[in-house]
């Protein structure tokens, strides 16, 4: 299989970044670390190995990128608004140094991002406010609102909310959307979302459900039994719908 490390220094970060890619041809495919998560991580969760056959085939291509959630949604030590604030530039540097990066090694149009846990929850949140980029989702264990405590999860903004966290909050700014170019971009996209039933953010995967339902996205949604919240869960999950 072929494995490339990559480094480079982010402008939008203003530090270095690194990702691995995984594959020579296929679908790219952008996956995200879970919650705090490294680029490193789906790899020591198995995940790759688990997709071994579809990579080596070139069916499937991935970039799994690193996270900066220690230093924005995750960073109790500066305020809420810039921890957003840190958030949306992780976003661009998605946007306007990944992407480019992933259509230079690789010209295959057909882009699907994904992720588990916090991990989906990026990569919903990006492709629904981007759908233009992606042909696919694949939202595993994902939370949707990251500003509501949920369980033993507290809220990440410590009750402070402004218009950038509802721009990045899924169940808040889609029931709201009516742009028809954005709504018609994600009716084309092929959208798979898995939560487990015992998952304490099994409300919020409902909620996301019913107001895709609502807005005629058409979508598979999936209810594991259990938690369904570990590494052998999404084993079994990315051999399904990935």
């Keep these: 299989m072929n494995r490339e490390y990559h480094k480079w220094f982010s402008p939008n970060l203003n530090r270095d970044m690194e990702l691995l890619v995984f ?9 995200f670390p879970t919650r705090r998560g490294r680029f490193y991580e789906y790899e020591e969760l198995g995940l790759v190995s ?67 846990s916090l991990g989906a929850y990026h990569a919903t949140n990006i492709a629904f406010r981007h759908p233009q980029w992606f042909g696919k989702l694949v939202a595993l264990s ?20 402004d218009e950038n966290i509802y721009f990045h909050t899924p169940n808040h700014f889609l029931p709201n959307l009516e742009e028809d170019a954005i709504l ?7 959208i798979v979302m898995t939560v487990g039933a015992a998952d304490p953010f099994l409300n919020s995967n409902c909620a996301l459900s019913e107001t895709l339902s609502l807005k005629n996205v ?16 999404w084993h079994k999950m990315v051999q399904i719908y990935l």
Aim: charged share 25%.
């Design 23 to 31: 594959g020579h041809a296929g679908a790219r495919v952008l996956v």
């Design 184 to 190: 018609n971009e994600l009716r084309r996209m092929q």
């Design 50 to 116: 688990a997709l071994a056959d579809r990579i080596e085939n070139g069916w499937i291509q991935l970039f799994c990128v690193d996270s900066v959630d220690r230093e924005s949604i995750y960073n109790r030590y500066i305020a809420p608004h810039e921890r957003i604030k840190r958030h949306s530039q992780y976003e661009h540097y998605i946007l306007n140094e990944v992407l480019p990066f992933s259509r230079l090694k690789n010209p295959q149009p057909f882009m699907i991002s994904h992720g588990c």
């Design 218 to 233: 058409s979508h598979e949604f999936y209810i594991w039994e259990g938690r369904a919240h570990q590494a052998e869960d």
């Design 142 to 161: 994902g939370r949707y609102d990251l500003s509501a405590p949920v369980a033993e999860f507290r809220g990440l903004f410590d009750d402070y909310y």
